[in-house]
């Protein structure tokens, strides 16, 4: 009898059976979800309809008025070429501060491990300082407290080629006297011939063992090549250096204070948190490689670049994309010294007239893009990484 | 199975989304009708266009949150006691005193210039006394309502002495230190553009930054109101030279006519704002002034008994404005007249020093001109 009716064909009433109930549940939630949003959404519009405060972009469209110092941009270029001017600066600082942050860091990191005494401790009274004050205030002491307290201009000595002032950094620069296109041409071939020789180089290692010597060679064909396309295109530029006027330094391509406080506040702080991640890493390789690359006689810096920071690597690059992560939304905090990244960009033009919400939700996808793309980047190079079979 | 729990999820988002968007058919017109999300008030009524609104608020509430500066000398700044004090100050009393009888019964916030338009727009203050100059895209864009012209000022342009710098061109090629969110943001832009002078802008959000980087010689030059101007100047440190060591150049970059701002929609609350400001003016035309306003109350001058809501045989005049028929008394007594407010704070007897120039009463040569009390 109890192989004649399956006890599976028995169903509970459905308020009992929990299949439905599940449903239900996620079901009444969701329609709650989507309530308060729709409530939130009519509330911000019904406000702005209100105020008479049109709810479209528009005013991507509408000429800025404002200048923006350090760039091309004209005062009558569209908000959304602001934005992008915007976009380009906190691109360049979160990219320069990454590339940065990640070799401190990693020196840093290292140094604490390190069997001299001296050397432990001053990695971990850095580490110790910088990671426990607010970055906020890191950025306005390099700027209030640093920068700007910098010889002015007049006191100032032109080291050569280098001007160093309160007013910025001025480095020598190229200044483009013909069109460039050839010359851009000739220098991508070149970097692929480069490629392609170091390449060739490896190949050659790996079939007879021979040192390769693979970056000098590739570094050598690309500078014969891009000498070749200089001489061959009739110089389409020549060098600009930084002279003193009566105001500023003409020629030459100039750092804003402001950007230097940033990046170098940036850089220490993300650096800190770095070496940590990298400490921890170190530390999560086992026992065991340290042992046997001792023993196989290779010395305390091959041991690193060799075994244990390739292994650390895989470990700690989660971690390290947080920090990216992080640099690049800091990078915002730029508006406490007047450094013109996108988040100043938006509040300048919110408060010339431009629609706060619209306008901080373009302000909003942007920092996205940004971060997914750094989240990508860094899942490409953590897939690559792990353990098949995990 | 995967598959069947996906059609069952796609099938429920559908299901749901449109139940729950058919309960809000908003924008075709005013009102949120829907009868399960709670329903929370927006000032009153939700179109505003009937009385109540902020004039009804305030009333309930018991003070006026006035929007104000803190950093200008002479227009609005916090002293040491946490009081607040200055020109624009002293009108939101007056608008206290006229709506609810006691010029104390304000509640100050202090706001940055970026700031002031998103506070009042969302309705955290409910009128912006702030220095703000009266622009089109603020009277449009931005949603806002712009009352009498309290001070009518012009943009200039502050360096220090030691740089003998007299005229704009002289700027070329200089670093000019502004503070953003401001029309001198955009005039400086305009008029440096118009004239062919090369520059270099340097934004900041506060004024203190900013004078940071000018003590430094971080920038060349300030530009900002030449009232503020003229409060900071007042105010600088003799560490850096006392403030004989700046000079503000002659030259007048741009028109600045600074007032009250309220939000776009409420005009009862607008009136209400603006005839208050408008009797301050009213009264130094008539001499009346925080001394003698008593006085003056007992006049046989129709004019003036109309003014301070004195009974002209009978009932005294009502222009139904919601406000008492004394709020003129009332402010004038607890505040002053134009003349009064602009000598304690920014007069020739003060730390500013500003002559009356173009704010003098119409009858000295002046722009104020109060529209009659009738």
Known sequence: MAAAAPTAQVKPPFWRNVRVLRWAFQAV??????????????NLTDNLERLGIRTDFRFLRQPAGFAIPDSDFRSSQSVWDAFLVGARNTAVVSILGIVFATILGVLVGVARLSSNWLVRRAAALYVETLRNVPVLIIIIFWWA??????????????????NLSNRG??????????DLTLFLVVVLLTGVAAALVIRWRTRRFD??????????????????GVTLAYLVTGRPFTTSLPEVGSFGTTGGFRLSPEFGALLI?????????????????????QQGQSEASNALGLSGFQRLRHVVLPQAFRVSVPPLANQYLNLTKNSSLGIAIGYYELTRIARISISQAAPAPQATLVLMLFYLAFSLFIALVTNIVNRRLEIEGR | MPKRRLIITGLMLVVVSLLAAGCFHSDDENGNGNGEAAQTDTGGEDSGQEGGGVFQQVQDRGNVICGVNDAVPGFGTATEGGEYEGFDIDYCRAVAAAVLGDANAVEFRALTADQRFTALQSGEVDVLIRNTTFTASRDGAEGARFLHTTYYDGQGMMVTEESGFTELEDLAGSTVCVLSGTTTELNLETVFQA??????????EENEPLQQAFIQGRCDAWTSDISQLAGVRSAWPDAEGGPDSLVIMDEIMSKEPLGPVVRDGDDDWADAVNWAVVVTIQAEELEITSENVQEMAGSDDPEIQRLLGQPVEGEPFDAGLGLDAEFALNVIEQVGNYGEIFDRHIGPGSPLALDRGINALWTDGGLQYAPPYR
Do not use: K, M, Q
């Open chain 1, 145 to 162: 407290g640093i920068l700007i307290r910098l010889p002015s201009l007049d006191e100032n000595e032109l080291f050569g080629l280098v």
């Open chain 1, 29 to 42: 939630f969701l329609f709650l979800v989507i309530v308060f949003l729709l409530y939130l959404w009519g």
């Open chain 2, 195 to 204: 004239r062919g002078i090369d520059y270099t802008p340097l934004t900041f």
């Open chain 1, 169 to 178: 950094l001025v480095l020598p620069w190229l200044d483009r006297t013909a």
């Open chain 1, 265 to 285: 506040a940036l850089t220490l702080y993300t650096a800190s948190h770095i070496a940590e991640i990298v400490r921890g890493s170190i530390l999560s390789v």
């Open chain 1, 207 to 224: 079939a007879t063992g021979e040192p390769h010597h693979r970056v000098l060679w590739g570094l050598g064909v690309a500078l014969a």
